[in-house]
């Protein structure tokens, strides 16, 4: 029903920036829940930030709130995540996920996930 492509990891030094994009294919987007996670070596994937489609709600990880953002596009059907005050703790492969209902922060709440892009701070 939702097919995800990110774009926009790559390799940015400890206090610099990224914007991720994900590009969305489904008839609607309205119905669902838009949602960011991470996954760093060794450990286990996590919430980053998401959002619902129709109403723009916005919802973030507490070590992400200030310097991450999570936004739409309604016109080209895409949720980007801007990533400001980098720190190597941020270093992680970065999904998309799509959903229908649940709490935003939760991953049994999304049924379609992306391929996943990296990124790498360095210090």
């Known amino acids: 029903q939702v097919q995800l492509v990110e774009s926009g990891g790559g390799l940015v030094q400890a206090g610099g920036s990224l914007r991720l994009s994900c590009a969305a294919s489904?008839?609607?987007?309205?119905?669902?829940?838009l949602g960011w996670f991470r996954q760093a070596p060794g450990k286990e994937r996590e919430f980053v930030a998401a959002?619902?489609?129709?109403?723009?709600?916005?919802y973030y990880e507490d070590s992400v709130k200030g310097r991450f953002t999570i936004s739409r596009d309604n016109a080209k059907n895409t949720v980007a995540l801007e990533m400001n005050s980098l720190k190597t703790e941020d270093t992680a492969v970065y999904f998309c996920?799509?959903?229908?209902?649940?709490?935003?922060?939760?991953?049994?709440?999304?049924?379609?996930w992306g391929q996943g892009t990296q990124v790498t701070v360095s210090s």
């Open positions: 959002l619902t489609w129709s109403a723009g709600n916005t």
């Open positions: 996920a799509a959903g229908w209902r649940g709490a935003l922060s939760r991953e049994n709440a999304y049924n379609y």
């Open positions: 489904a008839r609607t987007l309205t119905p669902f829940i």
